[in-house]
């Protein structure tokens, strides 16, 4: 009798019939075959009419749920597709379209043991939340100095993967949340070392800048459904949102400063005839800067005026004069340096959210911030991903990347619907800066995809349609 089992991420199949997915190993006398290929194996052993014992999973206790989740209509068809693809594929839904309750629709249904990746602590909170809210159960944990395997259980990546060796054989369903991660070099060993046959991904952003999406497919399976921002909002399962950009000018030595070290960071591409047009030709150019000083000085210089228009003081005029427009609404500034997050904490009295800032006190501020208790929070990037902000309806955004994903995820914290919401979603950037370009290439890739109300204005502007309503 054939026998197959799990082994540290791997596993071993003893006898002398192999299976394409492993090979022979010679130390303990077995076929070796990596843990995602379970469901291969099993399938190949069956065609090929071999009696074998099946030993590989050590599943935790089952658990009754009671689940309380109702689909939305789209969200029904979601899962609808990812079952018909065979319990297996990567579901594509904006921000706010309710994922989560997909995915935990799914668990309901399966009542398998189930493990849910997020890449977060805030995320494994916010799942955990859930998992009790919608099944009634009290999930498990890995990460945050927590390890206790239940039936439903929750980890963070970084978990996930330095334990892969313990939890490969103790989970049925797999579900990535924001799982674009997953394909990184390291934690797409996770899906790797699992052997769970069933697997669900979670996005509003599928594609990678480093193209590493098509690993997705044999990681977690195929994209089964997508749906866009626009469609939900034309269906109003979203918000309504508009779309703002002002633009304004540096200070008189901001201009300098910027122009200063523009000028050496142009100078090197103009001497090496470096042509940056893509994401892969600036690639190029960062290699360069590790065998070659003048390389790395001239990229200093272009972060170093990036940094200068980011954090430019008119912004913070801008902002002082929104903040105002706004305050009876919920806002949420997004911005891309640290150090301007807490200058505009200090002189605007709002609490800052960053990498820096201590799990409880994060956890603080967003519980006040849901309740009422704050009514603005500033932050770098560590709530652009799938934190719930269900109250949030303004954003402004000071300084950012030319990434869709992180327009997509900045807009997603706004668009949760609430009756009579209309979210807005203001950009601020300096003139005749590469701020300009990096914007743009933001909202050239995002123009395939949606098509929000967008109205284009600069500060003199503002002030001129300002004039304008107190003549009338």
Request: charged residues 25%; positive net charge; hydrophobic residues 35%.
């Amino acid at each position: 009798m054939f026998r197959l089992w799990f082994d540290k991420g791997t596993l071993l199949l003893s006898g002398d019939v192999g299976t394409p997915y492993g090979k022979w190993d010679p130390r303990c006398g077995c076929y070796r075959v990596k843990a995602c290929h379970y469901r291969d194996v099993l399938d190949f052993l069956g065609e090929s009419n071999v009696s074998f014992e099946d030993s590989v999973f050590d599943l935790p206790a089952f658990e009754q749920l009671e689940g309380s989740v109702e689909l939305r209509v789209y969200q029904d068809k979601a899962l609808d597709k990812w079952l018909a693809a065979g319990k297996r594929g990567v579901l594509v839904l904006p921000t706010a379209a309710g994922k989560t309750f997909i995915a935990l629709k799914a668990v309901e249904l399966l009542k398998i043991q189930t493990l849910i990746v997020v890449p977060t602590l805030d995320l494994l909170d916010q799942w955990r939340k859930r998992v009790r809210e919608c099944l009634n159960v009290e999930a498990g944990v890995i990460g945050g100095g927590e390890c206790v395997v239940r039936m439903v259980t929750v980890s963070t990546y970084d978990s996930a993967y330095v334990q892969a060796a313990f939890l490969g054989n103790k989970f049925m369903l797999l579900i990535f949340d924001e799982v674009h991660h997953l394909a990184s070099p390291g934690y797409m060993q996770i899906a790797e070392m699992y052997s769970a046959p069933y697997r669900m991904g979670l996005t509003a952003t599928y594609e990678r800048a480093d193209s590493r999406h098509n690993l997705l497919p044999l990681l977690v399976g195929d994209p089964v459904y997508s749906v866009s921002v626009e469609e939900l909002t034309v269906g109003k399962h979203l918000s309504d949102y508009t779309y703002e950009k002002v633009a304004v000018e540096l200070t008189e030595q901001e201009q300098k400063s910027y122009d200063e070290d523009m000028t050496v960071f142009r100078n090197y591409l103009s001497m090496k005839h470096f042509v940056l047009r893509t994401s892969n030709d600036f690639r190029r150019f960062i290699m360069t800067t590790g065998r070659d000083p003048k390389a790395r000085e001239a990229l200093l210089a272009r972060n170093k005026a990036l940094k200068t228009a980011v954090n430019s003081e008119t912004k913070l005029c801008v902002l002082a004069e929104k903040l105002e427009a706004y305050k009876a609404e919920k806002i949420l500034i997004f911005t891309l340096y640290n150090d301007l997050v807490y200058t505009i904490s200090k002189r605007f009295l709002i609490p800052a959210v960053t990498y820096q800032t201590p799990r409880e006190e994060r956890r603080e501020i967003l519980t006040n911030f849901g309740n009422g208790k704050y009514k603005t929070i500033v932050t770098s990037q560590v709530l652009d991903e799938g934190v719930d902000v269900p109250d949030a309806s303004v954003g402004i955004i000071l300084g950012g990347t030319g990434s869709k994903r992180e327009f997509i995820q900045r807009l997603g914290r706004l668009l949760r619907k609430k009756e009579g919401k209309t979210a807005k979603l203001i950009e601020i950037i300096s003139k005749e800066t590469i701020e300009v370009n990096i914007s743009r290439r933001r909202h050239l890739k995002q123009q395939q995809e949606q098509t929000p109300q967008t109205k284009t204005t600069t500060a003199q502007q503002q002030q001129q349609q300002q004039r304008r309503q107190g003549e009338r």
